[in-house]
């Protein structure tokens, strides 16, 4: 079967940096997805990642091993409004979107 | 602004009862999407349409219909409502490219009790 883990919840500092992983086991690979969702709101993109490597955009970064099966999400700099849920996703041979149940960040001053 | 909207943000219905989600977007997407969100789970694929009048079922469509007459508009369709269908719909939309990052736009949601 296809599987995505995600660690449930995670609790770290304002202005710290905290690293959110996903490992995958799908039927294929062809891109992971980073989303976010604050509580009550609308999923919204914020990484894709398709080759081996790190991928910056501002005070986020995205990793993705495709020999390990293994993604990450790295927050910098955190601020308050980061507080939200992170789901990962895997297009597998098919291009359909596998979803991870998402991790709770919690942001403490 | 991009947009999906979705009609109902929450929703109360009884056992037994007929519901219909709305979702319309303003993008000229041509495909649309509903999952629904649980807790603990994955987002989980109901339904989806490449076109109008097309649809093709994801991976949990039983007690589930839509319907797609026009381009900007998917509808979800819960013929007879169970308990077991409360949960948060999400509905989604995209263009056609289907490689590279092609993005999903969500709408903020519908959250459906059935009492």
């Known amino acids: 079967g296809q599987n995505i883990d995600q660690p449930t919840e995670m609790t770290a500092t304002e202005g710290a940096i905290v690293q959110i992983n996903c490992t995958y086991q799908t039927s294929g690979f062809n891109g992971l997805f980073w989303y976010q969702q604050h509580a009550g709101e609308a999923p919204t993109f914020l990484s894709y990642?398709?080759l081996d490597g790190l991928e910056e955009k501002g005070r986020f970064s995205s990793f993705l091993s495709r020999s390990k099966g293994y993604s990450y999400l790295l927050l910098k700099e955190l601020q308050m409004k980061d507080s939200a849920s992170y789901l990962c996703a895997v297009r597998d041979s098919n291009y359909q979107l596998i979803w991870g149940a998402g991790t709770k960040l919690i942001i403490k001053p | 602004d991009v947009k999906v909207t979705q009609s109902s943000r929450y929703l109360v219905k009884r056992t037994g009862e007929k519901v219909f989600l709305e979702c319309v977007q303003d993008m000229d997407h041509e495909n649309m999407f509903w999952y629904r969100q649980d807790p603990g789970l994955g987002l989980r694929l109901i339904y989806f349409?490449?076109?109008?009048?097309?649809?093709e079922k994801g991976d949990i469509p039983e007690g589930y219909s839509v319907s797609r007459e026009k381009k900007e508009r998917f509808s979800l369709i819960l013929e007879s409502a169970s308990t077991n269908q409360t949960s948060m719909y999400l509905c989604?939309?995209?263009?056609?490219?289907?490689?590279?990052?092609?993005?999903?736009?969500f709408g903020a949601g519908s959250r459906l009790t059935v009492l």
């Open positions: 349409s490449y076109d109008v009048k097309m649809k």
């Open positions: 989604a939309s995209t263009d056609q490219e289907v490689s590279g990052a092609n993005v999903l736009t």
């Open positions: 990642n398709v």
